[in-house]
């Protein structure tokens, strides 16, 4: 065995969540009142009926700019773009999660 060493650079990355103020969720006019009973704050949209379609709530748009302008992000975009990572999820019926993996519109870290 070789007695060079070789140069490695640690790089952690964290993954954030975070619960904004709204009266309704991301997608759907449902509310997000805290403490509410188990399963009842679901709409037809989060239950998958088919036929849904989801309509992005803008306070949660307008949040992640003053969000990303408190915090000295490094890129806020001027495009933004959902992607949909479909995984089996036992308590999501729709088989998929809405992310913001490639375009997010607070990034903070540079771009490659």
């Given at each position: ?65 003053r ?9 806020i ?31 903070m870290?540079?771009?490659?």
């Open positions: 065995m070789s007695s060079n060493k070789t140069q490695w650079e640690t790089v952690i990355g964290l993954e954030i969540h975070a619960q904004l103020k709204t009266a309704s969720k991301l997608f759907a006019g449902t509310n997000t009142t805290y403490g509410a009973s188990p399963n009842s704050q679901v709409s037809l949209l989060e239950a998958a009926v088919p036929g849904t379609l989801p309509v992005f709530n803008e306070k949660v748009l307008r949040y992640a700019i969000f990303g302008l408190a915090v000295g992000a490094k890129v975009a001027k495009e933004s773009r959902f992607d949909r990572k479909n995984y089996f999820y036992p308590d999501s019926p729709k088989g998929y999660q809405i992310t913001q993996l490639h375009h997010p519109i607070v990034n870290a540079p771009s490659p």
